[in-house]
């Protein structure tokens, strides 16, 4: 092709590209990505990134159901009859046009850095986001959520079209730049990627996104004493009964101690008296027997 026909050929094509934008698509860095197009059996065509009026290079092509990989073989996946990033970087946005069977509208990438905030619930929060205002008329914040419009704010109006009474932006957004938006008495739902932009007076996005990737964590409960487990239990019981075994061995030694004692005791009277009562009897039958002698001597 002529040097000028290939000039011609890229202008128009850059032309068409950027007139038949539809959607920009936004990603988080270091997501994954996937094209919206399909490679079926018996399909043909191709996924390009346009660099610029004259610079258009292939991504991937299809053919009969099957993609192969030109570009960014480290980090393109291929899932079936679908293709897209792993992991996205920085770089990759752009813009992409999609000619599978037929042309589709391209898809205009943009990868956001997004700051990560985690949040417990019922707190409030505030999302961050600025943007140089000055010197610019007519422009419309936008705050988005799942790719939903979250929060749509302009110069004339007071609060956040279309959204909760817990969201709210700064009434002097416009004059400082601050579109930051805060999120009250938070709820596990809030959970989420939050993407911020502005739109000129004629809706066409303006600048570079911001984005925040919110956490909320669930409300610890206060803390309360947990009833010890069987086995403590029964080892506590075993320690406060050990003293009882202790004193009830204690009074049954003392017990039996005493009743041999008073065995004893008896036993030593028993033999005592005994013994007396033998004396006794041994006195008296020689008391008795001295007289008698006597009188046989005279």
């Given at each position: ?110 990868v956001v850095a997004a700051l990560n905030v985690s949040v417990v619930e019922d707190e409030s929060v505030i999302l ?171």
């Open positions: 092709m002529p040097p000028l026909l290939r000039e011609v050929f890229f202008t128009l094509t850059f032309i068409h590209v950027f007139l038949h934008v539809a959607d920009c698509v936004k990603v988080i860095l270091g997501d994954r990505f996937i094209f919206p197009v399909n490679c079926e059996p018996g399909e043909s065509g191709t996924l390009q990134r346009v660099f610029g009026h004259n610079h258009i290079s292939e991504v991937a092509t299809c053919h009969s159901g099957k993609w192969t990989v030109k570009m960014y073989k480290d980090r393109m996946m291929i899932n079936s009859s679908k293709i897209g990033f792993n992991r996205t970087v920085y770089n990759d946005g752009g813009v992409y046009e999609l000619n599978i069977s037929k042309p589709k509208d391209p898809v205009q990438l943009e961050p986001c600025h943007v140089k205002t000055t010197g610019k008329a007519g422009l419309t914040v936008v705050w988005e959520k799942n790719e939903r419009p979250l929060c749509v704010k302009n110069s004339r109006s007071d609060g956040c079209s279309g959204t909760p009474d817990r969201l709210s932006m700064s009434t002097d957004w416009f004059t400082h730049g601050d579109l930051s938006l805060t999120v009250a008495r938070l709820q596990p739902g809030d959970r989420g990627d939050y993407f911020c932009y502005v739109q000129d007076e004629h809706g066409n996005p303006s600048g570079n996104p911001a984005a925040v990737r919110l956490a909320v964590s669930e409300k610890r409960a206060h803390q309360t004493t947990t009833p010890a487990t069987p086995v403590n239990q029964t080892q506590s019981c075993s320690e406060q009964t050990e003293p009882w075994k202790i004193a009830t061995l204690v009074v049954v030694f003392l017990l039996v101690v005493v009743a041999l004692v008073v065995i004893l005791c008896f036993w030593s009277h028993f033999k005592s008296g005994c013994a007396f009562r033998k004396c006794y009897k041994l006195v008296g039958s020689q008391h008795t027997s001295q007289p008698n002698e006597a009188t046989t001597t005279v």
